[in-house]
């Protein structure tokens, strides 16, 4: 009796223990919930924007070069100085241009002798050619001696056409050599300041094919442009009208601005990277800038103020079907319900965020979004759910610690035998 005694409690002992076991370690435990991090709804600017750089430079540049050869004898202009057009800059030796001139002048006087000479002697043919007809009409002269004198007459007349044309020839020799020693004086084409001065008295310039430079001169440093290249990638977003502001070292607290004016075609590739050109257009009636500055230059795409803003990271957040439960498929039938009323051609800018409900649970918001930048992106309208400033949207998951259920035991501890 009391070893059965024994056996009885050892087995209401063993019981126990496995109702304990069941009850509180193999207990299924609940899932902790998903941490979200948010951020707030705004209002405020965004913008869109290219930064790239560039250099500054007149937008009308004129270069002054000499079509004569000669040496320098007198600058009349220099560094930084105004002139008018027809302005004298520079004046070249004119001797050698005299002697040209008074060579034509010589062979001009020649021609024009020979001219009168081929006259002459085709007035006298002309004379013998008709006493020869009168000869012929009377039977006094045969036709050979006809037929010469004819032939006489028609080379007489061509020789008066060849001096004519040789007299024209040496006539627009002269000409040119005039016009040569008209070049020796070297005058402004434009109204505008002298940027550069590029020969000294007594240099020489030699003109062949290609014009020697001896002045640039910029038309108005009132308004300048500023020529920079802009990225294949970022190019789409210039276009002309577009405003700019810039800045350069010289003045690195003061922020200047402008206006894309061109985006042109010829693209220009530099270690493999490809940019194309774009000219904006600057004001300059203080005379700040000056040409050659390099500028960093900032191109706004689209601008967009006091618009409602959320994060970019929001638009790109997307919970699981698990963390969000029923409002994945909310966020569907919303999404397609916002596709639906947006127009086809607008459907790339409809985007979603989630926003936490009264239970703490994500809930989907539809948008048509409008201009965005690095961080912010606006909304146009709001197409399904609410949406106003002050409002958290979700950006990210904050990963709760995994709980796992025990595995069921293959073997309830005790039943492989009592260790006495």
């Known amino acids: 009796m009391k070893i059965s005694k024994k056996v009885s409690v050892s087995i209401v002992i063993i019981l126990a223990v496995v109702a304990a076991y069941l009850l509180f370690f193999n207990k299924p435990k609940k899932e902790e919930a998903a941490t979200y991090r948010t951020e707030a709804v705004t209002i405020g600017d965004v913008r869109l924007q290219v930064v790239t750089s560039g250099t500054l430079s007149a937008i009308t540049l004129v270069q002054v070069g000499s079509q004569v050869s000669g040496k320098i004898i007198s600058l009349y202009a220099d560094f930084n100085d105004k002139v008018k057009k027809g302005d004298k800059l520079a004046e070249l030796d004119q001797e050698s241009i005299n002697q040209q001139i008074r060579q034509q002048e010589a062979n001009y006087l020649i021609s024009k002798t020979a001219l009168d000479k081929a006259k002459l002697t085709r007035d006298n043919a002309k004379i013998k050619y008709n006493r020869s007809k009168q000869l012929f009409d009377k039977e ?188 994945v498929e909310k966020k569907q039938a919303g999404s397609a319900s916002a596709k639906a009323k947006a127009k086809p051609q607008q459907a790339d800018d409809i985007g979603t965020v989630w926003k936490l409900d009264s239970s703490g649970n994500p809930a989907p918001v539809s948008v048509r979004t409008g201009v965005a930048d690095s961080t912010k992106t606006e909304v146009k309208e709001v197409l399904s759910g609410e949406l106003k400033e002050g409002d958290l949207v979700i950006v990210g998951l904050n990963p709760a610690k995994q709980t796992t259920q025990s595995q069921q035991p293959s073997q309830i501890p005790g039943m492989g035998g009592v260790r006495r």
Request: with cysteine.
């Open 140 to 327: 006094l002269l045969s036709v050979e001696e006809l037929e010469a004198a004819e032939i006489t007459y028609q080379n007489s007349e061509a020789d008066v056409q060849s001096a004519d044309a040789r007299l024209k020839q040496s006539e627009a020799q002269l000409e040119a050599a005039k016009v040569d020693l008209t070049h020796t004086v070297i005058r402004s084409p434009i109204d505008g300041i002298v940027i550069n001065r590029a020969v000294n008295v007594g240099q020489t310039v030699t003109s062949g094919m290609q014009t020697p430079v001896l002045y640039e001169i910029a038309n108005d440093l009132s308004k300048m442009q500023l020529a920079c290249n802009v990225d294949e990638t970022d190019i789409g977003k210039v276009e002309p009208g577009q405003n700019v502001q810039f800045t350069v070292s010289a003045y690195p607290r003061r922020t200047f601005t402008g206006k894309v004016i061109q985006k042109r075609l010829k693209s220009e590739s530099t270690s493999n990277v490809v940019t194309y050109p774009a000219i904006i257009h600057v004001e300059n009636s203080d005379g700040a800038l000056m040409p050659g500055m390099t500028a960093t230059v900032t191109i706004i795409s689209a601008e967009a103020k006091g618009a409602l803003l959320v994060p970019g990271a929001a638009l790109r957040f997307t919970p699981t079907q698990q963390a969000a439960g029923k409002a």
